[in-house]
Each structure stands twice: as C-alpha cells, then as structure tokens.
C-alpha cells in the first residue's frame, strides 16, 4: 500500500481523491468566475488541474518516504518493512514529474506548457534547493534503483488515471524546471493559476476542510434586505455600487456615508476579501457585517477573520466557532474574509509560495479600505497588487475619504484606469466641523481644554506617546491641587494587549455615553476606532491625517455653532519630521490658512477636505519631497524584484514594517513568571515526554493547551520599535518564547476599585514612538 499522510493515516490514492474532491467543490462554486478569465481556456484549464493533481504527490512512492510514514503512525500496520539502500534526502516534489507521459498527454511537444506542468508539481513545495549537476544525478539514481519498480504498485494499487512512463524514468525533466516561470512567459497566468490552486486544493485537503465555504450566499443582497429593512431606501453611493458590480470602483465618501454597506452590496455573491490598516477596526468590521448579513447556524463560517491575533479576539467575544473561523480563513475558504493587509497582500513581493493568494484573487472582489492611512511604502505594495489584481483578472474597491492624487496617476500610468473602472466622490452636505488654526501649542491651552472637558466629550490627539504622556501629567498637575474633578483618560500603543484593549472598549463605552471628559490619544484613534466627541484639540500633521481624525468629532451630526469644535495647534507639534513628512505637513498648513483667510473659524464642508488633499498629494506639490521619493522607489523596487527571493513570513514582515521586539515589561513579566510562564515551560515538558512516548492523541492535547498558554502570555506584551528598546531588554529563557523580551522599563497601570476601570501611562518610554505598531 501507497501512503501520504501518516496522522490520520492516509493512502496515496485517498490523498488525491480527496484534492480531485476539492477540485470539484470549487469548480461548482466559483467555476464561472475562472472560467470568464481572458487567457484560460475552460476545458484545457480543468483537464490540466485534473493532471497535476494526478501527479502531484507520485512521488512519494519513494521507499525511504514510505518507510518514514510508517513509522510516524500512531496505528501501526501489518506490512513488510521495505528494505532500501537509499537515503530520503530528496523531496517528492522533485521526483513526481519523472512518471509523466507527455507523448499522450501533449503530442504537440509544447515545451512552454511542459514546463509549466513540471513547475507547478515540483513547486507545490517551495524549498531552497539548487538544481545542479550533483543533484541531477541523485535523482536519477533515485528514479534508476528505487521509482521504476513502483510502476506497478502506481498502476494497479494507487490506480493512477492516466498513462505513466513504465520502460525508463529520466532526470530530464528538471531541464524545464532549473530557470522559474516568470511574468514573462507565455502562459504564466496559467501557472499562477494552476500552481496557486494547486496549493489551495492540497492545503485544504491536508488540514480535511472545504476549498470554498458558503458559495451559495448572497452579501450584496442580503445586505440590501437589510438597509431596505432598516431605512427603506439606498444612499446614493449604495445604488451606485449596485449599478456597478461587475466593474472595479474608486470611491471617494466622507464618514458616515455607509460606505461598509455599499462595498457589501458591491461584493454582491462574488467570492471578497476586505481589507483595512488596523486589527481594531477589522474586529469592528467582522462583527458590523455580521448583524448586517445575518449569521444562522448553517452559515456562520462564511465570514472569516484573518489577522495575527484573530483567534484571542474571537474567543473573548464568546464565538462558539472561533478556531474553525480562522483555519478556514487561512486557507482562503471564506466566502468574505475580514483582513489585514499583511496577510493578503504579500503577493506583490512575489515570495515563494504566493501565487496561493494571487490566484485566489483572480476569481475574488478585494476591497480596499482607508488608503490613505498608508506611509507611502505600503501605498506603493497595495497600487502595485491592484495592477496585479487587474491583468490577473480580479475585481477591486478603493475607498477612502480622501484619495491622494499621485495614487490616481500611478494607476492610470499602470493601465488599470480603463472602461470598466468606475468612480464616484460622494460627500454629505452636512457641516460637521468649524475649523480653527491656533498658533501657539496645546500646552499653552490646557485651561480652556479643562474647562471644555467639564461640559463636553473632549478629545486630544497628539503625535507621539511621549506628547501623550506629558499632556496626561500636566493636565493632573493643573486639576488635582485645585480639587477639579475632570473625566481624565489617556490611550496610545505603549499598553500590553489586554490593557490596550480595555482602553479601546473603555473610550468606545465613553464616547456612546452621556458622560463628559477628557481622552487623550494619540494617532491611534483615527482610523481604528469608531468615537464621537464633541470638541477636538490636535497637534497639526498631514492634512489627511487631520481629516481623519475630525472623523472623531460629530462623526454624523451636523454641528450649527459658530464657534470651533476643531482647534488645530500649529506650534511645538511632536513627530513633524520622524512620524509625518515635514514638506507635507508645511504644504497641508499653508492649504488650511489659505481656506481659513484669517477668520477665528471658518465652516468646512466635506468636499473641500477631498480637494485640499487632491491639491496636496499631485505629482507637482510633492515634486522632490521625501513622500514621493519613498512612493516611487518601494515602486520599483516592487517593478525590479527577484521573484522567489523572499519567504512568506519575509513578505509579512516588510509590510508589518516589524523593526522591533515583542516584550513583557519586567513588572507584569514578575507578575506571571510563576504562573503563566511557569504553566508554559511545564506544558512544553509534558510535551518532549509525549513525544518520547509516540503518543500522538497526548501530543496533540498537549500542543493545543499550549498555543492557548502562549496566547495568554502574548496578551501580556506590547510591541517595541528596536532603536527605542536600546539595551534594556532581556531574553527569556524558555523554549517557545524565545522570540518575547523582557523590557527593563517601568509600566504604570492601576485599576479604580469602585469602577474597575483602569488607568495609568503603560511603558514609561520618553522620545518619539510612531502609532502605527
């Protein structure tokens, strides 16, 4: 007997059925969407999957392979023990192609297309071999005294569906597979196609769950059902993008516009993913969608949450299904799949490996939330994705409340603004905000933010946690030796995971309530929470970052005061230079002066936010500023990259811009030593006796209350940029964590006893620290 899979125990020929099954689950599912592809021709395309899939893991009729799945199973079998010389030193990958019989399958001699079938079955598995003459040799030694005596067991046993090499296995093969398929090449969309959905077929196989989840569901109309429901009509930007479902959308909406719900309707029963800058708001969006569209008990996986810490977030809101929710989202199965960027659009670094997500979005909607919340380099990843996305044959959504120009121009120079783009700008009448320029610092107004903070939500936005911190001290410096009993809060990025959280639901709780206060934040807020306050006092920064976070004050409200409820501080602002480019933010200044002419204030409408910021970011206005010369080399960078250079969590890395550590700070890391981490280390020694044992049901336990552990200790620590840890941190010396740091600061919370709220500074850090971590 041929085997693939050792636990559970699974022949060769069970393995590719169950691929073949898979196969078929996404044909029935999003077959037209593939088929409707301009350069796949529908029956070769499925006929060629069908064969690679065939052949695909052939290769582990290897002896040495056999016998090492053998003695990885838990049941043990009554077979012979093969007796081989040979070593299992070569991965099946290499060797499956040896068996296929291109005279019947392609009489044509097509030497392209045999290369792409010879890749698409030795790449299923990306590893870092070189191909030379040693290794040639090796695998023909392999084929001459070990795979040409599987023939039989192939034909008869595995039954292998199509004709097969029986007289002579030759290495020649691998002349076709030395150089990699590259965008080039005459069918590489056909590569891209069959080796990503190779890879989601064997993926989904292996771990026993579904391709494609929930096909048959409808978002775009439920979604309808519901606004209809609720308020009897569609906004303007929600028939638009009913009228325009089948053609890719720009557009451009101010808050408050039900711009989630039109990108649903928008996805309409196409398979999607959505995308936005922060986990927060991701988890915001999952659940917002979730009462939008409904979930039943026959339909609860079709939404997937996909993110670094999705599982934590899911279990501690109760979801029955949490991990059945993220396997599925990890292997791209959801019919809407909740995203970060880093997980989805890593394919532009053409890492090994990504024509899994690539392909997937041939056939998939993306939407692309809040770009502008982008530094530039990350802005460069996602206009060269869409490009990608747009010769592939995939759908997308651009929306934002300010669109910078120099994006547009990069999109119409890459040929993606054609007829079946469609465009809309689509701004509330209502005036929500009356803007005044304060030329002096925050500082220096803290009185009159006091005063405010007695009779109004007040919210200050600083650059830095550092700035945050100080306004924090010196406002307790002012109100407690005169007795004044002010709602003070503080909340940036320097609080471990849990902290940070309840801080974020704290603010959330605060803002939908009738209390008044005073919160002090950081840019933290802009994009990632949904708040209301009433009055806002922000150091001045790039003018989309501004207008970001006037979203945070009379979020919908329309506001018929004369005097300000946004007070912009030009004087001492922190960041200017290491956060947010200097150009740009005098450039963004000079654009408001000029609006506000000298008035106190001046009412400021929604469609002068979008065209300030059109003004701002044209290719003349940032002509020679920093912004542009990093935009335009992480382009061609991206342009000029070797494929294949890079591995999949490389990629991940880049885009997470991860130039830090992950820390425990020393007072919460003494706190836990003797619990969480002791519990940790002692799960990790059960686990090497299990392993001792070859019990794998204990194994398997084990390895489970582990991951559980270690996302309790992950809970407990806050991400650190390198150069601000210096030398004060620490390894901890305990097998898993060893990639966690003990951080040699002071961290500063306390818990109000009535309340149980908590307060405090979190790391105390000086110095700048950029928000977005």
Same mark, same amino acid.
């Given at each position: 007997?041929?085997?693939?899979?050792?636990?559970?125990?699974?022949?060769?020929?069970?393995?590719?059925?169950?691929?073949?099954?898979?196969?078929?689950?996404?044909?029935?599912?999003?077959?037209?969407?593939?088929?409707?592809?301009?350069?796949?021709?529908?029956?070769?395309?499925?006929?060629?999957?069908?064969?690679?899939?065939?052949?695909?893991?052939?290769?582990?009729?290897?002896?040495?392979?056999?016998?090492?799945?053998?003695?990885?199973?838990?049941?043990?079998?009554?077979?012979?023990?093969?007796?081989?010389?040979?070593?299992?030193?070569?991965?099946?990958?290499?060797?499956?192609?040896?068996?296929?019989?291109?005279?019947?399958?392609?009489?044509?001699?097509?030497?392209?297309?045999?290369?792409?079938?010879?890749?698409?079955?030795?790449?299923?598995?990306?590893?870092?071999?070189?191909?030379?003459?040693?290794?040639?040799?090796?695998?023909?030694?392999?084929?001459?005294?070990?795979?040409?005596?599987?023939?039989?067991?192939?034909?008869?046993?595995?039954?292998?569906?199509?004709?097969?090499?029986?007289?002579?296995?030759?290495?020649?093969?691998?002349?076709?597979? #030395?150089?990699?398929?590259?965008?080039?090449?005459?069918?590489?969309?056909?590569?891209?196609?069959?080796?990503?959905?190779?890879?989601?077929?064997?993926?989904?196989?292996?771990?026993?769950?579904?391709?494609?989840?929930?096909?048959?569901?409808?978002?775009?109309?439920?979604?309808?059902?519901?606004?209809?429901?609720?308020?009897?009509?569609?906004?303007?930007?929600?028939?638009?993008?009913?009228?325009?479902?089948?053609?890719?959308?720009?557009?451009?909406?101010?808050?408050?516009?039900?711009?989630?719900?039109?990108?649903?309707?928008?996805?309409?029963?196409?398979?999607?993913?959505?995308?936005?800058?922060?986990?927060?708001?991701?988890?915001?969006?999952?659940?917002?969608?979730?009462?939008?569209?409904?979930?039943?008990?026959?339909?609860?996986?079709?939404?997937?949450?996909?993110?670094?810490?999705?599982?934590?977030?899911?279990?501690?809101?109760?979801?029955?299904?949490?991990?059945?929710?993220?396997?599925?989202?990890?292997?791209?199965?959801?019919?809407?799949?909740?995203?970060?960027?880093?997980?989805?659009?890593?394919?532009?670094?053409?890492?090994?490996?990504?024509?899994?997500?690539?392909?997937?979005?041939?056939?998939?909607?993306?939407?692309?939330?809040?770009?502008?919340?982008?530094?530039? #380099?990350?802005?460069?990843?996602?206009?060269?994705?869409?490009?990608?996305?747009?010769?592939?044959?995939?759908?997308?959504?651009?929306?934002?409340?300010?669109?910078?120009?120099?994006?547009?121009?990069?999109?119409?120079?890459?040929?993606?603004?054609?007829?079946?783009?469609?465009?809309?700008?689509?701004?509330?009448?209502?005036?929500?905000?009356?803007?005044?320029?304060?030329?002096?610092?925050?500082?220096?107004?803290?009185?009159?933010?006091?005063?405010?903070?007695?009779?109004?939500?007040?919210?200050?936005?600083?650059?830095?946690?550092?700035?945050?911190?100080?306004?924090?001290?010196?406002?307790?410096?002012?109100?407690?030796?005169?007795?004044?009993?002010?709602?003070?809060?503080?909340?940036?990025?320097?609080?471990?995971?849990?902290?940070?959280?309840?801080?974020?639901?704290?603010?959330?709780?605060?803002?939908?309530?009738?209390?008044?206060?005073?919160?002090?934040?950081?840019?933290?807020?802009?994009?990632?929470?949904?708040?209301?306050?009433?009055?806002?006092?922000?150091?001045?920064?790039?003018?989309?970052?501004?207008?970001?976070?006037?979203?945070?004050?009379?979020?919908?409200?329309?506001?018929?005061?004369?005097?300000?409820?946004?007070?912009?501080?030009?004087?001492?602002?922190?960041?200017?230079?290491?956060?947010?480019?200097?150009?740009?933010?005098?450039?963004?200044?000079?654009?408001?002066?000029?609006?506000?002419?000298?008035?106190?204030?001046?009412?400021?409408?929604?469609?002068?936010?979008?065209?300030?910021?059109?003004?701002?970011?044209?290719?003349?206005?940032?002509?020679?500023?920093?912004?542009?010369?990093?935009?335009?080399?992480?382009?061609?960078?991206?342009?000029?990259?070797?494929?294949?250079?890079?591995?999949?969590?490389?990629?991940?890395?880049?885009?997470?811009?991860?130039?830090?550590?992950?820390?425990?700070?020393?007072?919460?890391?003494?706190?836990?030593?003797?619990?969480?981490?002791?519990?940790?280390? #002692?799960?990790?020694?059960?686990?090497?006796?299990?392993?001792?044992?070859?019990?794998?049901?204990?194994?398997?336990?084990?390895?489970?209350?582990?991951?559980?552990?270690?996302?309790?200790?992950?809970?407990?620590?806050?991400?650190?940029?390198?150069?601000?840890?210096?030398?004060?941190?620490?390894?901890?010396?305990?097998?898993?964590?060893?990639?966690?740091?003990?951080?040699?600061?002071?961290?500063?919370?306390?818990?109000?006893?009535?309340?149980?709220?908590?307060?405090?500074?979190?790391?105390?850090?000086?110095?700048?620290?950029?928000?977005?971590?």
């Amino acid at each position: 007997m041929l085997y693939a899979k050792s636990n559970p125990v699974e022949t060769l020929r069970e393995h590719t059925d169950e691929l073949l099954k898979q196969m078929n689950v996404l044909r029935e599912s999003y077959g037209k969407n593939i088929n409707s592809l301009d350069f796949l021709e529908e029956e070769i395309f499925w006929q060629l999957l069908d064969l690679v899939i065939e052949f695909h893991d052939i290769g582990k009729a290897f002896s040495p392979f056999q016998e090492l799945i053998k003695s990885r199973m838990d049941t043990k079998i009554n077979e012979p023990k093969i007796v081989t010389h040979l070593e299992n030193n070569v991965g099946h990958n290499y060797l499956s192609p040896a068996f296929i019989d291109y005279s019947y399958i392609d009489r044509k001699k097509n030497k392209e297309l045999r290369a792409v079938l010879n890749q698409v079955i030795v790449y299923h598995h990306e590893r870092d071999i070189f191909i030379d003459k040693d290794f040639k040799n090796l695998i023909q030694k392999i084929l001459d005294e070990d795979l040409i005596n599987k023939v039989y067991e192939l034909q008869h046993e595995f039954k292998v569906r199509y004709p097969i090499k029986t007289e002579r296995l030759s290495k020649v093969y691998l002349q076709s597979v #030395e150089k990699r398929i590259d965008k080039n090449h005459k069918y590489y969309n056909l590569y891209i196609m069959l080796k990503g959905i190779l890879h989601r077929l064997d993926h989904s196989a292996s771990a026993h769950e579904v391709v494609e989840c929930n096909n048959v569901i409808n978002i775009g109309e439920q979604t309808e059902n519901y606004l209809m429901k609720e308020f009897g009509s569609l906004r303007e930007a929600q028939s638009f993008a009913k009228s325009n479902r089948n053609k890719n959308i720009i557009l451009i909406a101010s808050t408050g516009m039900g711009k989630t719900e039109t990108a649903l309707i928008w996805i309409d029963k196409d398979k999607a993913f959505f995308t936005l800058p922060l986990r927060v708001s991701i988890n915001a969006l999952f659940d917002r969608a979730k009462n939008i569209v409904g979930v039943g008990e026959s339909n609860d996986t079709f939404l997937g949450l996909l993110h670094s810490t999705a599982i934590d977030y899911l279990e501690e809101s109760n979801q029955e299904n949490s991990s059945e929710i993220v396997d599925l989202a990890k292997l791209l199965s959801c019919k809407l799949t909740f995203s970060t960027i880093d997980q989805i659009f890593k394919f532009p670094f053409l890492y090994r490996g990504y024509e899994k997500v690539y392909s997937t979005l041939a056939y998939s909607k993306v939407v692309i939330d809040e770009i502008q919340a982008y530094s530039p #380099e990350i802005a460069a990843v996602l206009v060269k994705g869409i490009e990608m996305i747009h010769k592939i044959g995939g759908r997308f959504m651009i929306m934002t409340a300010t669109m910078p120009t120099i994006y547009i121009d990069e999109l119409k120079k890459r040929g993606v603004m054609n007829s079946n783009l469609a465009e809309l700008t689509c701004n509330t009448e209502k005036i929500r905000h009356c803007v005044s320029i304060v030329e002096n610092s925050i500082d220096e107004n803290l009185g009159k933010i006091i005063q405010s903070g007695m009779n109004k939500k007040v919210l200050v936005i600083v650059n830095t946690v550092k700035s945050a911190v100080e306004k924090y001290e010196l406002i307790e410096e002012i109100v407690k030796p005169k007795g004044i009993d002010v709602n003070l809060n503080l909340l940036h990025s320097m609080y471990i995971q849990e902290d940070r959280a309840k801080l974020e639901k704290y603010i959330k709780e605060f803002a939908n309530s009738d209390r008044n206060g005073i919160w002090i934040t950081t840019q933290l807020v802009e994009a990632s929470l949904d708040i209301d306050f009433d009055e806002l006092h922000t150091e001045n920064s790039t003018l989309d970052s501004l207008f970001q976070r006037f979203g945070r004050c009379y979020r919908s409200r329309e506001y018929e005061e004369n005097s300000p409820n946004i007070f912009i501080y030009t004087e001492k602002a922190t960041g200017i230079g290491s956060i947010y480019d200097k150009d740009i933010v005098e450039k963004g200044l000079e654009l408001l002066k000029t609006f506000i002419n000298g008035k106190e204030c001046v009412k400021m409408k929604e469609k002068y936010k979008v065209e300030m910021v059109k003004i701002l970011y044209s290719k003349e206005s940032l002509e020679g500023t920093a912004f542009e010369k990093r935009f335009t080399s992480a382009l061609n960078i991206l342009d000029t990259i070797t494929p294949y250079s890079l591995g999949s969590k490389d990629a991940q890395n880049i885009l997470r811009n991860i130039e830090g550590y992950t820390v425990i700070p020393e007072d919460i890391y003494n706190k836990i030593e003797e619990t969480l981490i002791k519990d940790y280390e #002692e799960l990790g020694q059960e686990l090497i006796n299990a392993y001792s044992n070859d019990d794998r049901q204990l194994i398997n336990k084990i390895k489970s209350k582990r991951k559980k552990a270690r996302r309790e200790i992950i809970k407990k620590t806050v991400n650190l940029p390198i150069y601000k840890a210096k030398q004060n941190v620490i390894d901890i010396q305990v097998k898993g964590l060893e990639d966690l740091k003990i951080l040699l600061y002071k961290y500063d919370i306390y818990e109000n006893k009535h309340t149980k709220q908590i307060f405090g500074k979190g790391v105390l850090i000086s110095n700048e620290i950029d928000q977005f971590i």
